[in-house]
């Protein structure tokens, strides 16, 4: 069976940090497009970033210069490291596998991030 | 950045009734548009991916048409559990969602 087991959220203080994680298990991360999508409080999805197989990483401009994603191949896990935060990264943090021929079809459990003094 | 409109925003139907609920995006997507399904407290669900094929385990009742900037998510002959908000979704250029159709069985 797949599962993506996000974790690492929290309460943060704006201009603050985190590293946020997505423990994968029943796939390769490696093998597959592995992406980062938000869902602030009550509202719609956003696609916040994604980690090809091939290893290029890209970003949505609200995160561009701040969020970094990456894999750790040894351990199969997905992460996303978060700088200078705003209130308005607030959100739900879901990991989310998808390929060439198919979007967004295995999601973790998503983890929240509250940003705010 | 592709702009997806759903509407309408909300939906209220009665079991056995079909739902009708539409995604319209600002250029062409070609056919890569998906749909989603989302239950309060859990993630979304994927339903329908390139316009009309259904993902694995989803029942016959969803199905899925258009194309390039328009398209229509119909559920045929409802249940109490499809309760949800909806949302479309293209991975033409990037990926972006539709701000979400609810809709409520009475």
């Known amino acids: 069976e797949v599962q993506l087991v996000e974790s690492g959220g929290g309460l943060i203080q704006p201009g603050g940090s985190r590293r946020l994680s997505c423990a994968v298990s029943?796939?390769?991360?490696?093998?597959?497009?592995m992406s980062w999508v938000r869902q602030a409080p009550g509202k719609g999805l956003e696609w916040v970033s994604v980690?090809?197989?091939?290893?290029?990483?890209y970003y949505a401009e609200s995160v561009k210069g701040r969020f970094t994603i990456s894999r750790d191949s040894s351990t199969n896990t997905l992460h996303l490291q978060m700088n200078n935060l705003r209130v308005e990264d607030t959100a739900v943090y879901y990991c989310?596998?998808?390929?060439?021929?198919?979007?967004?079809?295995?999601w973790g459990q998503g983890t929240l991030v509250i940003v705010s003094s | 950045e592709i702009v997806l409109t759903q509407s309408p925003a909300t939906l209220s139907l009665s079991p056995g009734e079909r739902a009708t609920l539409s995604c319209r995006a600002s250029?062409?997507?070609?056919?890569?548009l998906a749909w989603y399904q989302q239950k309060p407290g859990q993630a979304p669900r994927l339903l329908i991916y390139?316009?009309?094929t259904r993902a694995t385990g989803i029942p016959t009742r969803f199905s899925g048409s258009g194309s390039g900037t328009d398209f229509t998510l119909t559920i045929s002959s409802l249940e109490p559990d499809d309760s949800a908000i909806y949302y479309c979704?293209?991975?033409?250029?990037?990926?972006?969602f539709g701000q979400g159709t609810k809709l409520e069985i009475k």
């Open positions: 989310a596998r998808h390929d060439k021929a198919t979007p967004f079809d295995l």
């Open positions: 029943g796939l390769s991360v490696a093998d597959n497009y």
């Open positions: 250029q062409s997507v070609s056919n890569f």
């Open positions: 390139d316009v009309s």
């Open positions: 980690l090809y197989s091939g290893g290029t990483p």
């Open positions: 979704q293209q991975r033409s250029l990037w990926y972006t």
